[in-house]
Structure formats: structure tokens, C-alpha cells
């Protein structure tokens, strides 16, 4: 059982107890400084195990990672180093979701420069990665040896205005439950700070999830769920762990019903970009701030 397939740590490691941690568990880290490059070194050679390790480079995105231009003296100072087997340069494409863009190919020219640096000092490189989600979809020279696709696995978009060429099906639901459905009078205020009051005789539902499992609070009074297959508004504030939406119109919700905050339900469904318009922020967010609080099922 368990993964067995290599486990690449693509933020890397900082400390001594870290290195030998990777060694003790067969990991393999993106290195990008020269003495976290040395430490691991010293630690791989006391149990003389060989420390497999991708170095980063950076193209373009200003973020982590060796300067492509300063990759041949980057590479000449960890010549001298014992025990360790560079697998590849990976680097991180920064407006791959614009299919035309110039920045993209200049990125492509530049890592390709830099393992042909690697390659002439004698490294083999076999395994060379540059391609997120967009990149695979958008920019094939990208894909070298290997390819690390992110959003796609959940079957949404880099961008909400972006064009697939490639047809994805969403694959992450997140489900909760009414508890309680109410009726109530015109001008009822509705949760903390009383940012919605009820414009006449309304049916609420009280719903089981909030910003503690992942839904961000500034869907309040703006963000949608599907109940029945019909959409309903979320009204008032998120609370922590409870969420109240408008089923006025919808028929026979009953507490112990299904709410489908992302997903689909009968002919209805909401995506990740939804959520992602409605609170103002990008669906990488969204996938990503389902909290581990929340039962999780796998399906095959």
C-alpha cells in the first residue's frame, strides 16, 4: 500500500533535520541554495545514501529558484559535492495562460539554455520539467521530460477566460446538509452584523458548513448553493461551521436535504471560477481552502 512512485518536495527544505528526513524517507526536494545544497550533501554522506534532488531555476516567474543566468556557476560550486544525483531542472511558467504570449516562449528559451549549460558540464537531466496545467494544454514545448499539472486534476481552468482545448470534467464536489428549515417575516435580520434583513415573508435553510470548513466569508450575501438542483442564495454573514440560504420558490427542502456548495446536483451546477467571481478571488483558492476538518471521500 502507499504511494510508490518518487515524492518530489517542490518548495525544497531549509534545515539539517529536513535533509535527513528526506533521506530517511526516500524523498526528493527542488534545491535552489547553495548551503541547503551543502547540508544535504554532508547528511547523504554519513549513511552514504545518494540524495536525489531536482535543482530550480528560475525564468521568470521572480520567485524561488537559481537565475538562469547564473546556472553554470551555481552548477560548478556543487561540482565537488558527494552523494548527490541532480534528477532534473524544473521551473514555473508565469502567464502560461495567455497562449500567444511572448513572456512564455522567452521562459522556454531561457530554461532550455540552461540545461544545455547543465548538460555540457556533464550532467544527463533526465528529467526536465517546466509545464503547469496551462502549460500542457497551451504551450507543448513545455512539457520536456515531465509535466506537473495542478488545476487540471480537478478538472477546472487556469483562468475563467481561458479556452480549453481539451475537454475537462470537474471532479471535486463539496456537500453539506440542511439542519433546519424556517419561515420567516419581511425585515428579519439574518446572522452576524445583521447585513441582510429579509425583503417579505421568506423560507430560509440553515445549512452545515461555513468558513471553518472552507467556505470564504465573502460569499455572504453573494454567493450561490444548489438545493434540489436549484440554485439559492447565500444570505447574511458566513458563520463558522453554518450558513443560511433563501429557498423561497423551492420546493420540499426538508433538513437532512444535500447542499452542494461546488459541484453538481440534478441539472444544476456550480464550478470553482463561480465561487471564485462571487468572492472575489481566483479558484485555486477555492480548491485549496477546503479545510482538512471535512470528511473526504475518494471516488475511483
Known amino acids: 500500500g502507499g504511494v510508490r512512485l518518487p515524492i518530489v518536495i517542490l518548495c525544497g527544505i531549509r534545515t539539517r533535520e ?3 528526513e528526506v533521506l530517511e524517507k526516500g524523498l526528493t526536494p527542488v534545491l535552489y541554495d547553495l548551503a541547503v545544497v551543502e547540508t544535504l550533501s554532508q547528511e547523504s554522506a554519513k549513511p552514504g545514501k545518494m540524495a536525489r534532488i531536482y535543482l530550480k531555476v528560475d525564468t521568470g516567474m521572480g520567485r524561488l529558484g537559481i537565475p538562469h543566468n547564473d546556472i553554470g556557476p551555481f552548477l560548478q560550486q556543487i561540482a565537488p559535492l558527494r552523494n548527490l544525483h541532480i534528477e532534473g531542472f524544473t521551473s514555473h511558467l508565469a502567464t502560461a495562460d495567455e497562449p500567444e504570449g511572448r513572456f512564455s516562449q522567452d ?9 544545455s549549460i547543465g ?3 556533464g550532467l544527463d537531466l533526465p528529467l ?14 513545455t512539457h520536456f521530460n515531465m509535466v506537473r499539472p495542478g488545476i487540471m486534476l480537478y478538472g477546472g481552468l487556469p483562468s475563467p477566460d481561458f479556452i480549453s482545448p481539451r475537454s475537462l470534467t470537474p471532479v471535486m464536489h463539496f456537500r453539506a446538509q440542511v439542519l433546519q428549515v424556517r419561515d420567516l417575516p419581511g425585515k428579519t435580520p439574518i446572522s452576524y452584523g445583521r447585513t441582510y434583513y429579509t425583503e417579505g415573508p421568506c423560507r430560509i435553510a440553515v ?4 468558513y471553518g470548513d472552507g467556505l470564504s466569508r465573502n460569499l455572504s450575501n453573494r454567493g450561490k448553493v444548489l438545493i434540489n438542483g436549484e440554485k439559492a442564495a447565500i444570505i447574511g454573514a458566513v458563520c463558522m461551521n453554518l450558513t443560511v440560504c433563501d429557498i423561497t420558490g423551492i420546493k420540499e427542502v426538508q433538513p437532512g436535504d444535500e447542499v452542494v456548495f461546488l459541484g453538481s446536483q440534478g441539472g444544476g451546477s456550480i464550478k470553482g471560477d463561480d465561487i471564485a467571481r462571487s468572492a472575489g478571488t481566483i479558484s485555486y483558492e477555492v480548491f485549496c481552502s477546503i479545510g482538512r476538518k471535512n470528511i473526504r471521500e475518494y471516488l475511483s
Do not use: D, L, P, T
Open 18 to 20: 529536513e535533509a535527513y
Open 207 to 210: 445549512v452545515s458548513a461555513g
Open 119 to 121: 548538460r555540457s558540464m
Open 107 to 115: 521562459q522556454i528559451e531561457s530554461f532550455e539554455k540552461a540545461i
Open 128 to 141: 526536465n520539467n517546466m509545464a503547469n496545467s496551462a502549460g500542457i494544454m497551451c504551450h507543448e514545448k
